[in-house]
């Protein structure tokens, strides 16, 4: 089979997945999703510059120090209310540039009895960032452990985050045609170009209760499953307690929402691999559901293992946990455009148009006090 033409506009890892389908044949959404992300070599956040203002994309922890902020108050009650634990092992999956990290430890050490006693895991798969990460949190540096998975996370209590590390995950796509599931696949086409494709039937049921009409898009995100099932045994087993931000939807939905952004403005997901950012919308009712097949498995009716589950939005979250409050202490005696740029950082956290509601937050607690979700 004669091999596309080399384009020369095209990147490294474009040029390799073509040569690999233009060989093998078409590759899956997931496949394509994790090689333009993790590829060691080419890879999006292994190679590119990609949280921040001169990035892709701004997550919140780099709009405002608060937000890390009320997520270290969280992780603090969280550990209080379960009797202070020692060691105090905090984690972060996909911690980017360790900003979130930064203002949560700093939150923390003002609790003599949490400073003393903290360790710190960052799941991170890329070497750039882990670095990055290493130079932000030099003071505290030999306190980290990193991670590729969660699976080696020390078998103790851990209190954990993850900010827009689920929107990251590979995902697949179902497509509903004629009445059966077809996965969708990426292939060339006759310009040699990456372009999608309907794949073979697969005989699937999604696991949701929805009705499916022609043209319905399934997407389903294995990994964040298992990541999920794996935390909540954890959790169940040990102890300790998990918070999980993101942007996406409380209850299961049909429909596509797989972008590329890059320079902060949406773009097509099969140009440049490895050189823009690529996620799907985290859905939380199948992270729910995970939670609950792991509970199922184990049995945990019983008090000992059972774990609580709470959803809600970023707005929310933040506002309940004293957003409003925490803002007027750090605007206190400061100048009118500094108190002007707080007050847009609680906007652009938690009003509703802005990150407030796109984002949700899921928790969940070994502790079943009254404080355990938020
Ligand atoms: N939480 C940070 C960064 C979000 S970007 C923030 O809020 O600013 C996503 C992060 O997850 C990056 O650090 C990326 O390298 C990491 N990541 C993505 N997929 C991963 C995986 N499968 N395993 C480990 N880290 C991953």
């Not at 992300?37 to 997550?59: C, E, M, N, S, V």
């Not at 995902?171 to 073979?200: D, M, P």
């Not at 199948?286 to 589950?309: F, G, R």
């Amino acid at each position: 089979m004669p091999l596309p033409e080399h384009n020369t506009q095209s990147t490294p890892l474009e040029d390799r997945l073509k040569k690999l389908i233009s060989l093998h044949g078409p590759i899956n959404l997931a496949t394509y999703m994790a090689q333009a992300l993790g590829d060691p070599t080419h890879g999006y956040y292994t190679t590119q510059t990609a949280i921040g203002r001169k990035g892709d994309f701004i997550t919140a922890p780099e709009v405002s120090q608060l937000f890390g902020e009320i997520i270290g108050v969280w992780l603090l009650a969280q550990w209080q209310q379960q009797g202070q634990p020692e060691p105090f092992h905090i984690a972060e999956l996909g911690p980017g540039r360790g900003t979130l990290m930064q203002d949560i430890i700093r939150t923390l050490c003002t609790f003599p009895q949490a400073a003393k006693s903290l360790r710190i895991h960052l799941v991170e798969m890329s070497d750039s960032l882990r670095q990055e990460q290493a130079d932000k949190l030099a003071p505290v540096k030999h306190l980290i452990t990193w991670h590729d998975t969660i699976d080696s996370l020390p078998d103790a209590p851990i209190f954990l985050v993850a900010n827009e590390f689920f929107d990251a995950l590979p995902i697949h796509h179902w497509i509903f045609h004629e009445n059966r599931w077809h996965e969708r696949i990426i292939g060339l086409n006759e310009q040699k170009e990456l372009a999608f494709g309907l794949g073979a039937v697969r005989d699937l049921v999604p696991h949701h209760p929805l009705q499916p009409s022609e043209g319905s898009i399934w997407e389903h995100c294995p990994m964040a499953d298992a990541i999920t099932q794996s935390l909540a045994a954890h959790l169940a087993t040990h102890g300790g307690a998990a918070l999980i931000i993101d942007y996406g939807y409380l209850d299961h939905a049909y429909g596509d929402t797989f972008q590329a952004i890059k320079d902060h403005a949406y773009a097509d997901p099969l140009i440049a691999p490895g050189q823009q950012d690529l996620t799907a919308h985290v859905n939380f009712a199948a992270l729910k559901q995970s939670i609950a097949k792991q509970q199922a498995a184990s049995e945990a009716d019983s008090e000992t293992n059972a774990l609580q589950v709470a959803t809600t939005t970023q707005g929310e979250f933040l506002l309940n946990l004293g957003l409003l409050q925490r803002a007027g202490q750090l605007g206190a005696g400061k100048n009118h455009d500094d108190q002007e740029a707080i007050r847009d950082e609680v906007e652009r956290l938690a009003a509703p148009d802005q990150m407030g509601e796109l984002f949700k937050v899921l928790t969940i607690t070994k502790s079943d006090s009254p404080i355990a979700g938020f």
